[in-house]
């Protein structure tokens, strides 16, 4: 079992930006994605991004890449999802999740999850 705390979201006006991070806890694995999803109000949960446990291989959704940016902390536990010029459009619960694999390929709903953080984008 996997345990994950988020914090960072916030309230940012567009073309700012905000940095999420993500710690994991208990049974972990060298198999294991650490990522980001989200969901908008109304809408469905959406992949962001996703990095390998020992952060060397990074993916990303077509609307995050150029301007966020996944990464790993010393500890290898921690992930950080930098976002820079935001969108009214990124608002949305972004939740941090784990699994094995690479999860997001198949569109499989990870094991793992935090409870989430509210990033909202004023225009």
């Known amino acids: 079992q996997v345990q994950l705390v988020e914090s960072g979201g916030g309230l940012v006006q567009t073309g700012g930006s905000l940095r999420l991070s993500c710690t994991a806890s208990g049974s972990t694995f060298s198999s294991y994605y650490m990522g980001w999803l989200r969901q908008a109000p109304g809408q469905g949960r959406e992949f962001v991004a996703a990095?390998?446990?020992?952060?060397?291989?990074?993916y990303y959704a077509d609307f995050a890449k150029g301007r966020f940016t996944i990464s790993k902390g010393n500890a290898k536990n921690t992930v950080y999802l930098q976002m820079n010029y935001l969108k009214p459009e990124d608002t949305a619960v972004y939740y941090c999740?784990?699994?094995?694999?690479?999860?997001?390929?198949?569109?499989?709903?990870?094991?793992?999850w935090g409870q989430g953080t509210q990033v909202t984008v004023s225009s």
């Open positions: 990095i390998n446990w020992n952060g060397a291989s990074t």
């Open positions: 999740v784990t699994d094995q694999g690479n999860w997001w390929a198949y569109g499989s709903s990870p094991q793992s």
